[in-house]
């Protein structure tokens, strides 16, 4: 008895050892990820992303002259585990920074503990405004509600379309509420008019009387903001009743889905992204190329944004030249015109992305990249 | 002046499919005695009928309403012998659970089966008339001419034929329609088909009028068609038909004259308002039975 737990305490030794040994020629990056669960597609995204872009760090010599090494833990969708992962990673000194969690909840959950313990949360999707501005060590980079609004302004309704005035037909849901809400003060900044809003309901069909009331202002422009499968229909009940409006819209429509059940009525409409499969930049097309050969699927722009920040995080360890986790956070903080394959980055000072868009418009069918601020 | 002739055009547009919904749903209420939960499902099982028939099988616009008829009128007999026919004798609530739970297999059912994404509906007809600033689509005068036809053909089956007396009488009073002869069981089997039938047409109309068929699309729909033959007086047909139309009317002038936030407040006030004035609802029978 004695004995096997002698034997025991000398095989744990050895391992401890052995780790340590291990922790010493890699760098160790934790990745939370909803891995299984109701957001497991992301979560499987985020792991493949992030691997490949390790994997082609050490392809070309690692960092610091060692290895990278992920390590994977399942936070299944759930704040809860999210912290208890944030428990494990900050209790493990080996472990130089973390990427993660997709949902903005999660990340927020977790953000006290990466707070506490000085270490980098770096989130590839969360876009919730709180977040950034939850902590000195948490950083986001897919950007957050306030830059879409303006864009679609500025760049969308005022300099490609030339519109002078704008209609707006809202979902009304939280999401509707704040899309609208953001899109029509910068309206109000840029002197763009707005001749009307008016929400509809989310289980509603018919918008004939909710767009012959936007339609009796006559404006120039129609601002869709609704998800795709919504705005298709909106699309065609206004190319049915005869109103020859020029249509925008946010983010949510950019699918391939919109174009299948939209047909010829969502021709020309205008939207926005930072990652689109259509882009003809090479780095782009080859990570979707390389994802393509991981996954066996084509990647969305949330795999798009894992990528980069493992990249980012790199980028960041290299001029810190260090993998101590304070040396990382105030390196990460400075970065400057990152080039990723989702745009130039550069963090605010509370830590996320003033995000810069593609102008996408639809073309005989196509998505077709219009313009690119995002390089 | 325009802007509210088509906001009127295409209220009535959308009453009219409304008052199909809600002749199939006052047919089953009037022989079951009880408020059906499956409506909507069935609504759902029509359009799809119509979707495959139209994209699959390419037949034209008659064909798919007439697949949606069938399709609907067969569900409604699986319904009748699920739900009704165990418990002939059970208390009135035993059928409305009966009912609730086929309607959740059957919103359950078609998400696994036919996907969780909403279908594209391909257009039928395309053409439109001009009035001055008014647009009338041939498609809003198709469902106006359809739901003529349907209620003119129901007319004639309850006036002039021997089902069609029965199933008035067991609407009017089930014991004493099975004391002077009629067999009640076959008149509920019937009666139920077709009221399903019916939504599985107005099914069909909803997806081609609104280019979209999916898989919990019967929610709203059998809201609406209840809240149609309330107005219209729950149980009687013709009062079904004018209470769909209208409510179709109310939402899109409501829309027009306030905002389209106050869209169903605006309907659903006119409902209540009614309803205070005359409970039995705009037809109904003195007396009836509310809900």
Redesign the interface.
Known sequence: MKKTGFMLLAALALLASGAVAFAADTVRIGLSAPITGNYAEYGENFKYSVTMAAEKINAAGGLLGKKVEIVVMDSKGDPKEAALIAQKFVQDSSIAAEIGDFTSTACLAAAPIYERAKMVQLSPTASHPDFAKSGEYMFGIVGTQDAEGPFNVKYIAQEYMALKNVAVIYINNDWGHVTKDRFVKAAEKFNLKVTGEQPFMESEKDYAAILNKLRQANPDGLCVAAMYNEASLIARQIRKMGWNVKLLAPSSVFSAKLIELGGEAVEGIVTNTFFALEDKDPAVQGFIAEFEKVAGRKPNLHAACAYDSMMMLADAIKRANSADRTAIRNALAETKDFSGITGKLTFTKVGDIERKYKVMVVEKGQWVVKKDYTR | MD?YV??LV??IA?GSIYALMAIGFAMIMGILGLVTFTHGEVIMVGAFAGFYALTFLKTGIFIALVAGFAAAWILGLVIELICYRRWPKGPDETWLITTIGVSTVLKSGAQIVLGT??Q?VPDVY?G?WTFGGV?I?HIQVFMLAVLFLLSAALWLFLKKTKTGLELKAVSMDKTAAALLGVDVRRILVVGNAIGCALCGVSGVL?GVY???VHAV?G??AGLKSFASAVLGGLTSIPGAAIGGVLLGIF??????IF???W??VIAFLILIAVLLVRPSGLLGRKGAEKV
């Not at chain 2, 939402?251 to 027009?256: H, I, K, L, S």
């Open positions: 802007y088509q906001t295409d209220g959308q994404e909403q594209l395309t439109f647009r689509l909803l609104y280019n979209s699309m929610g709203s939402e899109n002038v409501g829309v027009a905002s389209s936030g869209r169903d």
